[in-house]
């Protein structure tokens, strides 16, 4: 290996095994980010892999040092177990540091070969799925031995939510996991546009004053329902509109629907926005929906209360930790496009209920979900793991 891979003593280490890093994101990665950017004091080195060509070997993204192994194709993540434990090994060699898995996936498989290469190496599992468990099961297949055997090898295990904290119990964790959800930048959402910067975007977007937006950022995809969330307009008054932000792999199936059902004029898709650019999105519009099959926490959710919208959700996975019916947000069913519509018209006709949603959303989003309060907590427990307490 490389000598200048080799990384010098510190107090405060974690090497952290990931299926992928920036610029290739999802919510685990955004959260990573989040909670690293606010450790200065901590030295963090990310192994992840290359999957698509011109990403560099090696870089520094915030507070981390990433690390990228592999070919630059999608085999790249496949080979992770092989090609980033023997990296590892090489690369990090001196003081007692913590093994940090994003996820039980195949950062999870790579975190777990180094700790049998190492075997007195501390390990710390970060649980972020947000697919239907059942998926994970039918991809591990004929190996879901192995994938077992991270949650049995993990020191300790941190959840994003009681639901997956139950799993990793069920998975063979013998411990007590923590449960620390993602945050929000607190600030950033909740710092208020202009009456005239949300009329200008609301033009932009095509919608009138009078229109009720309904909002969701989503990867379009089956698990999030946004096909339920269109169906729920042929339920609704003409001025309900819906705004889809996002981009996925069910994108054509959802266009599709949109002209099967005639609602080309009632239905905006804006594809995919960068992250700083949601806060004002979300603001320009009136209620945000995800009608979920699955959810491991759904931090578009918190980002919308932490903007001042009401929310809409399934009571499903994690959602069940911050949406309390009546109070912080409301219920719909699964797979059910008519309660969609019920629960939208509780919001503008039940009295008080708009006033009360925003309210007590972003009390509970500024007292348990900003990411200053999450990073504490995660130090914590980096800490607890690395000093064996």
């Not at 990384?7 to 280490?13: F, G, K, Y």
């Not at 594809?271 to 949601?278: A, C, K, V």
Request: proline share 5%; glycine share 8%.
């Amino acid at each position: 290996m490389n000598p200048e891979f080799r990384i010098p003593n510190a107090e405060l280490r974690a090497v952290i095994f990931s299926t992928t890093y920036f610029p290739l994101v999802g919510g685990a990665e955004v959260a990573m980010k989040e909670i690293t950017d606010r450790l200065p004091n901590w030295q963090f080195d990310l192994i992840c892999a290359r999957i698509k060509p011109g990403l560099k070997f090696k870089e520094r993204i915030g507070n981390v040092t990433v690390h990228r192994v592999g070919f630059g194709h999608s085999i790249d993540k496949y080979l992770l177990p092989i090609f980033g434990s023997i990296y590892s090994l090489f690369a990090f060699r001196s003081s007692p540091f913590v093994i940090w898995s994003l996820m039980a996936s195949y950062g999870g498989f790579t975190a777990l070969v180094y700790t049998w290469l190492r075997p007195k190496s501390r390990m710390l599992l970060t649980l972020q799925e947000g697919d239907p468990l059942e998926h994970y099961a039918e991809r591990a297949g004929y190996l879901m031995f192995l994938h077992k055997k991270i949650f049995a090898r993990a020191n300790a295990v941190q959840a994003i939510s009681r639901f997956l904290s139950v799993w990793a119990k069920k998975m063979g964790f013998g411990g007590v996991p923590e449960v620390v959800p993602n945050g929000v930048n607190v600030a950033q959402f909740s710092t208020r546009i202009s009456l005239e910067r949300r009329a200008e975007l609301r033009r932009e977007f095509g919608f009138a004053n009078d229109d009720i937006v309904l909002v969701t950022t989503s990867r379009l995809s089956l698990k999030n329902g946004v096909d339920d969330m269109i169906r729920a307009l042929t339920h609704l008054p003409d001025n309900h509109k819906a705004l889809i932000i996002g981009e996925g792999e069910d994108q054509d199936k959802l266009l599709s629907l949109t002209k099967q059902k005639e609602l080309s004029d009632r239905v905006v898709f804006l594809g995919r926005r960068e992250h700083d650019e949601l806060p004002a999105i979300l603001q320009a519009s009136d209620i945000f929906i995800r009608p979920s099959l699955s959810e491991g926490l759904g931090n578009s959710f918190l980002e919308a209360m932490a903007a001042g919208l009401p929310i809409i959700g399934t009571s499903v996975g994690g959602i069940p930790d911050f949406l309390l019916d009546g109070h912080t947000g409301v219920f719909c069913e699964v797979r059910d496009p008519e309660s969609i519509a019920k629960a939208v018209l509780r919001i503008q006709t039940e009295p008080g209920l708009r006033e009360k949603l925003i309210e007590q959303g972003a009390a509970l989003v500024h007292s348990k979900y900003d990411w200053d309060t999450i990073a504490r907590q995660m130090e914590e427990l980096l800490l607890s793991v690395t000093h064996n307490t």
